[in-house]
């Protein structure tokens, strides 16, 4: 199931990466969506899942800033492609899997 949810983030990035802001990379995208995806299967419930505060720390060890991955949970929420589900810790669902 996890080979099949990377299938889809990938081929969703290759067919929207001309849209993406230029100061998010795809490979940020990737890891962003990868993490909400393991989240999704492996999760017993969804307000058991990843937190916006662990994905950006997960990130920043990475090598991503902070503020970019805020941005790219932004962005990705814009798109329709993850949803907020608790603002209290901030915490997203994806919902392209």
Known sequence: MLNDAEQTISK???EHSAK???TLSPQLIQQTL???AQSKL???APSLGIKDNEIIRNNKDNG???AKTRRTLDFLEDCGII???AK???Q???TLI
């Open 88 to 90: 209290k810790p901030k």
């Open 64 to 66: 991503f800033a902070m």
């Open 92 to 94: 997203h669902e994806i």
């Open 20 to 22: 993406f802001p230029t």
């Open 12 to 14: 969703w990035i290759q």
């Open 42 to 44: 492996f999760s017993y």
């Open 34 to 36: 990868s993490y909400l």
């Open 83 to 85: 949803k907020l589900i």
